[in-house]
């Protein structure tokens, strides 16, 4: 069976979907097929909201799409798929009344809606849509090998910091994995649930 190198983004805590300092993890195959497909989700998930969303114009969907699945690859978290050579003026970040200093693509703001301009006012909310799928869609396959591996109960952990939402400090306990709240929360308050699902060490004390 063939096995393969690729490089993990991880910061000091932990997993983030952020590219910064990298591991080496090898994948076999049947690993490797399974990461693309879980890459192929989060792209699919991410587009979908879009659609949804509002903030984007019609004739635009397809580019962004196209951007999305550009940036969908094993190995690798968020990349910012826009054009980085043309931003926005001063002034017409003015006219717009965007953050005058932040960056803002043309071709980006070119395909927002009103609604879309609106929420370019956090100059992060794609990469926030995009991290809200990828942890999403990574849960649901991290629970899966949980399952597969025969753990019956799971922990839920948060990363620990002043972004983690107020409702999930009172679920951090010991749940039967069939029994473990769907994450994220529905009144999480988060940009985007960066908890996980870890198996529960009690289970291997027993």
């Not at 107020?166 to 929360?185: F, G, N, Q, T, Y």
């Amino acid at each position: 069976m063939e096995i393969r190198d690729f490089i993990f983004p991880f910061t000091k805590k932990g997993a983030s979907g952020l590219k910064s300092d990298g591991i080496a993890i090898q994948f076999s195959e049947e690993q490797l097929k399974q990461e693309k497909q879980k890459c192929e989700e989060i792209a699919e998930n991410t587009i979908s909201e879009a659609k949804e969303s509002g903030y984007f114009k019609d004739d635009f969907l397809s580019i962004f799409a196209e951007k999305i699945y550009s940036i969908s690859k094993v190995g690798y978290g968020y990349t910012d798929p826009f054009d980085k050579n043309d931003f926005l003026t001063l002034e017409e970040k003015k006219s717009l009344n965007l953050n005058a200093r932040a960056k803002y693509p043309r071709e980006l703001i070119n395909g927002l809606t009103e609604k879309g301009l609106d929420a370019a006012k956090n100059r992060d909310f794609i990469k926030n849509m995009f991290l809200r799928n990828f942890h999403k869609v990574s849960r649901k396959y991290e629970l899966s090998h949980l399952k597969e591996s025969g753990c019956k109960y799971v922990t839920i952990s948060n990363s620990g910091d002043e972004r983690d939402c107020k409702a999930i400090k009172r679920l951090k306990k010991h749940w039967p994995i069939d029994e473990v709240p769907e994450l994220p929360l529905s009144n999480c308050n988060s940009e985007y649930c960066r908890c996980c699902y870890i198996a529960d060490e009690k289970e291997f004390m027993d």
